[in-house]
């Protein structure tokens, strides 16, 4: 990996890597002696918060056959709102890191193909979204790998290259938006979205208690009737993938 | 390689949309040349600018920067030159020593070499006191006496700044100035634009002034004021009796 990457091209990881810690940092206040204290406290809180949630999730959950439509089914919902929670988290730190910093005078200037910085950026995108994908998602996977079977490890992955494609699609989408109506506005939206697709979150896993159980059994029932269609088959293509599909985590 | 000119354009044209702000700029800058830009606003001078350090594309023209084909070598051409913008940005998250530490990277400039001019310039620029303060809380001329030393710290042939002037208090002002004159004594090339007349008339070897996107008038103090139907004795007069003729025109 040294050798393939140039001296100027590790500045600048090394670079952007401290501007993200220190913004994280920052969030837990002032520096002063205390800090690490409370950065990890509130790691702690949040993470015990996201395990216990999990924990109950999992607990109602009953029985969690790899094969049944059912459970096939919630699990594409679930991810369908985790890569939505992802685009829009993905979203922000996009316009931020790509337009928002201000550096490229710089950047541009300096003795480096632009290709690098931009590529570093996207980087830096991907890290974070996937930093914030994990944080939730994680003790999910570590659960049901603990409690359920190893194979749930191929949620790993999966997360991986949600998180990727959600980066993709943000980058693409924050270089149009900040086209059409700007940089200050595309991350208010962008904002706004993240803070939608929580609550998104809280319907989904909510889901039953709204809507009851028709919504679901409806498609439930559509998919075992025709279970090889290529629309379902594609729908719940990341569902397989995470109950251990070889095949399917492949693709 | 010192046979060749520190900066020669030729031709440059650039276009916004239906707008040309570059239209057709020839402009030659020799070695250890102080040379100074001036212009009207919107004349056309930073927009240049940035094209030679490499930040737009222009529509057409050559450049070459001490010998190196801009365009067709991007990368060794920007490893002479620095850019120092109007309004340039520091890292907020970052502390002085921080920010030339990270530049000298980018140029990747040895360690050693670093520490030595990083201290050297923090000490000239009267930045030792701040040097591990985050930039955060810094006012506008401490931001750019930063971003003035990240300039310098890769020892760069050429020096391309805007304004650089602005915002400094009237000491500071005159600190910059001998260090540009310091930098320029060794050999180093410097091209600035300016507003403040008496900076370019004292500072500089040649001036060159752009009106429109093309170059009007170019020569040392003594050329421009003998030179052409120029009746006046100080550089003010020059530039209002050049802008004004070419307004006629
Ligand atoms: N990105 C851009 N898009 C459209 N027009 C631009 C852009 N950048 C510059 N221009 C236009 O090009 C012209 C030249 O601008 P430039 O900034 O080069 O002028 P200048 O000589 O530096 O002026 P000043 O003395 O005010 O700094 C102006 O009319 C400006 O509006
Ligand atoms: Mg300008």
Request: glycine residues 10%; aromatic residues 6%.
């Amino acid at each position: 990996m040294r050798g393939l990457v140039s001296g100027a091209t590790r500045a600048v990881l090394a670079h952007e890597a401290r501007l993200s810690l220190r913004g994280v940092a920052d969030m837990a206040g002032p520096k002063t002696a205390m800090r690490p204290w409370r950065i990890a406290g509130v790691l702690a809180v949040v993470g015990t918060i996201i395990f216990g949630v999990s924990h109950l999730l999992l607990m109602t959950a009953g029985q969690l056959d790899p094969a049944d439509p059912r459970v096939q089914i919630t699990l594409t919902i679930n991810l369908a709102f985790l890569f939505i929670l992802m685009i829009s988290a993905a979203l922000d730190s996009a316009a931020y890191a790509l337009y928002a910093r201000g550096d490229y005078d710089l950047m541009f200037s300096a003795p480096l193909a632009p290709q690098t910085v931009l590529l570093v950026r996207a980087l830096n995108v991907f890290g974070f979204t996937l930093a914030k994908a994990g944080l939730y998602g994680a003790p999910m996977l570590i659960l049901l790998c603990v409690q359920r079977g190893a194979h749930w490890l191929a949620g790993l992955p999966l997360i991986l290259a949600l998180a990727l494609s959600a980066t993709a699609i943000a980058i693409g989408l924050a270089m149009g938006m900040v086209r059409l109506i700007g940089i200050r506005s595309t991350r208010v939206a962008a904002q706004v979205a993240a803070a939608l697709a929580g609550l998104l979150v809280l319907v989904m896993v909510q889901w039953e208690a709204i809507f009851g159980p028709g919504p679901k059994d409806a498609l439930v029932a559509d998919y075992i009737a025709n279970p090889q269609s290529l629309g379902w088959q594609l729908a719940t293509l990341p569902a397989r993938a995470m109950t251990g599909d070889g095949v399917a985590l492949g693709a | 390689m010192s046979g060749h000119d520190a900066l020669v354009v030729r031709g440059l044209v650039k276009r916004f949309g239906g707008f040309t702000a570059v239209n057709g700029l020839d402009l030659g800058v020799r070695r250890g040349e102080l040379y100074a830009l001036l212009g009207p606003n919107g004349a056309g001078k930073t927009t240049s600018l940035r094209i030679v350090a490499g930040l737009l594309s222009p529509d057409a023209g050559e450049i070459s920067i001490c010998g190196v084909n801009r365009l067709r070598d991007p990368v060794a051409a920007k490893r002479v030159v620095a850019w120092l913008p109007d309004e340039p940005m520091v890292y907020d998250k970052l502390t002085p020593v921080e920010y030339l530490d990270f530049v000298a990277g980018l140029w990747q400039v040895e360690p050693a070499a670093t520490k030595r001019r990083r201290d050297a310039l923090l000490e000239t620029l009267d930045l030792t006191r701040v040097a591990d303060q985050r930039c955060e809380g810094f006012s506008k001329g401490m931001r750019q006496k930063v971003a003035l030393a990240g300039a310098l710290i890769h020892e760069p042939e050429l020096l391309i700044l805007d304004e650089p002037l602005t915002g400094l208090d009237a000491s500071m002002a005159r600190h910059v100035k001998e260090l540009l004159q310091a930098r320029v004594a060794t050999g180093v090339t410097v091209i600035l634009t300016t507003h403040i007349l008496e900076v370019a008339e004292r500072l500089s070897d040649r001036i060159g002034i752009i009106r429109n996107g093309r170059l009007v008038c170019e020569g040392t103090m003594a050329e421009l004021r003998d030179g052409g139907a120029s009746q006046g004795s100080t550089l003010e007069d020059v530039f209002l009796d050049v802008v004004a003729r070419e307004e006629a025109a």
